[in-house]
């Protein structure tokens, strides 16, 4: 999995709200059915946070909970609506009519 990949999948992780790490890592469980390793997880999170399209909250104990910043809902909706061009196209292609 690429960076930008790993990056995608954390901000459509915390679409839904605030998580912390291994909360983040099992709701990308739930949606493609493998976790990221720490290294993709936390690289992600520390490059996310310094494009400002996700801030920490403050947190209990190690867990750091983090949220996306209005920044960061307008970026994953871009990422998210090329990708589903992408994929209609590549459907299209193959033959198959997309969802």
């Given at each position: ?63 750091r909970p983090v949220r996306l910043t ?30």
């Amino acid at each position: 999995m690429q960076a930008n990949d790993a990056q995608t999948l954390v901000l459509c992780a915390l679409a839904d709200g605030p998580l912390h790490g291994y909360a983040i890592n099992t709701a990308i469980e739930e949606l493609t059915g493998e976790r990221l390793g720490p290294g993709s997880l936390y690289g992600a999170l520390t490059r996310l946070e310094s494009k400002q399209l996700i801030e920490p909250l403050d947190g209990q104990g190690r867990q750091r909970p983090v949220r996306l910043t209005p920044q960061g809902r307008e970026v994953l909706e871009r990422e998210l609506r090329t990708m589903a061009r992408v994929a209609d196209a590549g459907l299209r292609r193959l033959g198959v009519n997309p969802a």
